[in-house]
């Protein structure tokens, strides 16, 4: 059969990308894999510039997509969303408004567009549901990247009001897996503790973990989360969000992740604590209740596989690995 659906992945050299490439090229099941169908693009920012508005309507003329999972980001850790507020917002909302501008003006059927559970205000109840995003300010840590990101469920409402466009979003928690972003400084805490932690084993150096190693955090892997993406591009028809995450029960700390890593990467050494280093959020637990109505039998990678599997791509790719 020839393909029907134009599937773009914006962002499909990141990882979330590249998970989702993984599971269509490697998934055999009906839910999840390559359907006949369908034709998956997955875009790097070599073809093109998504903070270009010209740039991003050529790619859209080139692929002509009918589906659009909209990854494409400016994103990192805590320590880089410190640094770059303002890059953060501009860039992102330059993103989010060419890449849906474009989907109208080229009548594409449906977009599912990325959230991230660090949008949600600071200062809240828990758990955090998919009504919360604009009830308050998020963490001062990161509100260039938070706002940069509500708008992109603003928007959705607006296309849909305006113009009865399907447009949706997806709010997943902390990702991780294959093809993450291990620089020391700018990436998100586990792929940076992995870095971290396989220098001090190769120096026998001290293993440092930036704050107190309190906070919390639910961590999805990379290829679970894919599988959801599919999912909801497939099947999800509300304009509102839906939170990817695993359970509150699921929620680890900082700790916790360092622990793992230590454990897969082997390290017999001591580590510490730089407390003088921000902790930012203290937690930011969120119910996956809703997703669990759509997706009641959805099975997780438990952490410590998951863990172990991302350590070991990157020992087998550390000379190519972003760093
Ligand atoms: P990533 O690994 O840094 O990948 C970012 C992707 O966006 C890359 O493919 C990159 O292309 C592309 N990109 C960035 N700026 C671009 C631009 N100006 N023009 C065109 N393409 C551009 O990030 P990720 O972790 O996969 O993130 C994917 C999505 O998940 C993002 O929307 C992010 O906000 C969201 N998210 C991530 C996390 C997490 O913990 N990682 C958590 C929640 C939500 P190149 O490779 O060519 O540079
Ligand atoms: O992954 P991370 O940067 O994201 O984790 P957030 C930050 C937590 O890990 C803080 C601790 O408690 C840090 O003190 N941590 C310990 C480290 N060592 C390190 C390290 O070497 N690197 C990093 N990065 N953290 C980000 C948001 O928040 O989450 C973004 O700033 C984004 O906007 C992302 O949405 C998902 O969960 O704190």
């Known amino acids: 059969m020839s393909p029907q659906k134009v599937i773009l992945v914006t962002g499909g050299s990141g990882l979330v990308g590249k998970a989702v490439q993984w599971v269509i090229e490697n998934d055999t099941s009906e839910q999840f894999g390559k359907h006949a169908d369908e034709e998956w693009v997955f875009l790097t920012s070599k073809d093109g510039d998504l903070r270009d508005a010209a740039a991003t309507r050529a790619i859209f003329d080139k692929y002509k997509p009918t589906h659009v999972l909209h990854l494409a980001a400016m994103v990192g ?3 880089k969303n410190m640094k770059y507020k303002l890059d953060f917002l501009r860039d992102n909302m330059l993103i989010n408004d060419n ?3 474009a989907s109208f003006e080229t009548n594409v059927q449906k977009v599912v567009s990325c959230l991230s559970t660090c949008v949600f205000p600071d200062n809240t109840s828990y758990p955090i549901d998919e009504t919360m995003v604009h009830n308050g300010p998020p963490h001062e840590s990161n509100f260039g990247y938070a706002h940069g990101k509500r708008m992109l469920d603003v928007y959705n409402h607006a296309y849909h009001e305006q113009y009865g466009r399907q447009y949706t979003s997806a709010i997943p928690t902390n990702v991780f897996g294959p093809y993450d972003n291990y620089s020391l400084e700018d990436a998100h805490v586990l792929p940076a503790l992995t870095h971290k932690c396989y220098l001090a084993k190769k120096n026998n150096t001290p293993f440092v973990v930036s704050g107190t ?10 290829r679970d989360l894919a599988r959801l993406f599919i999912w ?7 304009i509102d969000p839906i939170i990817l995450s695993v359970g509150e029960e699921d929620e680890v ?4 992740v360092a622990d793992a890593i230590v454990k897969a990467l082997d390290f017999t050494g001591e580590y510490t604590f730089d407390t003088s280093k921000a902790d930012g959020q203290y937690k930011k637990t969120a119910s996956n209740a809703k997703l669990r109505k759509y997706l009641p039998d959805f099975k997780f990678t438990p952490f410590d596989v998951a863990v172990k599997e991302s350590v070991e791509w990157f020992l087998d790719n550390y000379e190519s690995l972003r760093k």
């Not at 700390?253 to 916790?256: V, Y």
């Open 232 to 238: 909801c591009l497939r099947e999800y028809q509300e």
């Open 77 to 79: 850790g805590l320590f």
């Open 99 to 101: 890449v849906l501008h």
């Open 213 to 222: 190693g309190k906070p919390l955090r639910q961590f999805i892997y990379s």
């Open 253 to 256: 700390s900082i700790k916790d």
